[in-house]
């Protein structure tokens, strides 16, 4: 199973630095246009988009979740952190495996 990042770019790098292959965009017609193309790469399993990529495209994510089962797409909070009303990243992990990462950031 494949993972691909379609965001800005210091999270694409970060992510090819883990070893993920991604795409550039900086505005929501290169992000529609990358998404479309991720869609359809053979084996993808996880499509991991930021919060403000996925906010430019929103349509476009709820019909890639609504129509298929793969790939799974994942938001994360882009360099500027969480979107407003969103909990960050670490405060997410730590939910989910139940053990703290790190000191403790706010609400």
Known sequence: MDF?????????????LAGVDGQVVT?????????ERAVGRQGLGVLILTDAVAAGIRHEVDAVRAGR???????IPG????????????????EAVGVRIGHEEGP
């Not at 505005?27 to 998404?35: C, I, T, V, Y």
């Not at 360099?79 to 730590?94: N, T, V, Y």
Request: charged share 30%; hydrophobic share 40%; aromatic share 4%.
């Open 69 to 75: 089962g793969l790939p799974l797409v994942v938001k």
């Open 79 to 94: 360099p500027e952190g969480p979107m407003p009303g969103r909990k960050a990243l670490r405060r997410l992990i730590q």
């Open 27 to 35: 505005s929501p017609k290169e992000a529609a246009g990358a998404l």
């Open 4 to 16: 691909y990042c379609i965001a800005d770019e210091d999270t694409v790098r970060g992510f090819r």
